[in-house]
């Protein structure tokens, strides 16, 4: 078997760094029972959550800080700013890049 690369990239919402974690064994035992050559596989788990919390932290403080609102749906607001919020991180947004630590 030719050796394969595999980027698990994490998906929306409140993401930890050990999110890969549980990928990499459904994966490893699939191909286990399969009879295949698990250091032929090298994983690369993608974080880049860290990136993009302070901006959407700095959003819910705007959003909190108005009191002229009158929605106070604050677990909403979290709820929306989190899982789509990391949709929002892919437009392209005027200032410095993000960077990588």
């Known amino acids: 078997m030719s050796k394969v690369a595999v980027l698990i990239i994490h998906g929306m ?13 459904e994966i490893n035992e699939r191909l286990k029972k399969k009879g295949k050559n698990l250091t032929d596989i090298v994983y690369k788990p993608v974080y880049w959550a860290n990136l993009i919390e302070p901006r959407q932290k700095k959003f819910m403080d705007d959003i909190v800080a108005h009191k002229d609102n009158d929605i106070d749906f604050v677990k909403l607001r979290r ?18 890049p993000l960077s990588c630590p």
């Open 13 to 25: 919402g409140d993401q930890d760094r050990g999110f890969a974690a549980p990928t990499i064994k």
């Open 79 to 96: 709820f929306i700013v989190s899982a789509l919020g990391d949709t929002a991180a892919y437009q392209k947004v005027g200032g410095r």
